[in-house]
């Protein structure tokens, strides 16, 4: 399997249900925009028009005809590939920052952890068609009881949102486990803070991140 290329300037955000990441997510592309440079903020699975129409696809409730697990992580990786290949390549390419609300990770935690695919399978389709790994992931940490009380808001759950409190479970302990195996990479933040605490410690991470590189 072909290596992945580090990307420093690719930055993402992950975290189970309701952990806060579209309230961090500001305030680390303030601080980027602070620190200089193009930031282009962006999403999975979507991020381009045919990706976020294989999201739609992907959180449809509609269960009559759900797809497999297998065909979920296909259609992950399906649009994980249009994003790579349409915005987060040419983003790095010009010399931008790219900050992304999940990627790779969110596959191996909730296909590979909450569905029990092999993590061979998808470390396979990572390497082929992804290539890329972040240079930093801040992984908003949160126990499943208190971002589903916080999510439970919404008016209606979408297809993902609707599984039993086991899958979350199994999604958060794969997600403390790639932090624990790459804590060259992750920053675990305690996200059961009140929001202001979370984003402030998500900045106060981004910027030792943005000291420790060397100066472009
Ligand atoms: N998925 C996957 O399975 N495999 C993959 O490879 C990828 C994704 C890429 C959609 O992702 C689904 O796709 C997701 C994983 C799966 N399924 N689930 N479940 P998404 O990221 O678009 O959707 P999400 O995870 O459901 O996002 P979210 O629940 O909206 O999470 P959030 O952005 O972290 O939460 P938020 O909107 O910022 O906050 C939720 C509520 O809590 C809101 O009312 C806030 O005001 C409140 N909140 C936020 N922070 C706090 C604090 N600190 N205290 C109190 N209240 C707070």
């Known amino acids: ?26 305030a680390l592309a303030q601080a980027l925009r602070r620190h200089g440079g193009e930031v282009v903020t962006t999403r999975e699975p979507g991020g381009t028009p045919l990706a976020e129409r294989i999201r739609e696809l992907l959180l449809h409730p509609d269960n009559a005809d759900a797809p497999t697990a297998d065909t979920e992580l296909l259609l992950m990786f399906a649009s994980r590939a249009q994003h790579v290949a349409s915005v987060v390549r040419p983003a790095l390419a010009r010399g931008a920052w790219v900050l992304s609300d999940r990627f790779t990770d969110a596959s191996h935690a909730y296909q590979g952890g909450g569905r029990g695919v092999d993590g061979a399978t998808i470390a396979m389709l990572e390497s082929r068609f992804v290539g890329l790994q972040p240079g930093l992931t801040l992984l908003l940490d949160v126990p499943v009881a208190v971002g589903r009380a916080r999510a439970q808001g919404r008016a209606a759950p979408d297809r993902i949102e609707s599984e039993a409190d086991g899958f979350f479970e199994r999604v958060r302990s794969a997600y403390r486990d790639l932090a624990m ?14 929001a ?19 100066q472009a």
Do not use: C, H
């Open 196 to 214: 202001e605490r979370v984003a402030a410690d998500a900045v106060a991470a981004l910027d030792r991140y943005l000291q420790g590189l060397p």
């Open 181 to 194: 195996a790459q804590p060259q990479r992750f920053r675990l933040i305690d996200a059961s803070q009140p």
């Open 1 to 26: 399997m072909t290596a992945l290329e580090i990307a420093s300037r690719l930055i993402t955000l992950e975290g189970g249900e309701g952990a806060g990441k579209s309230t961090v997510l500001s």
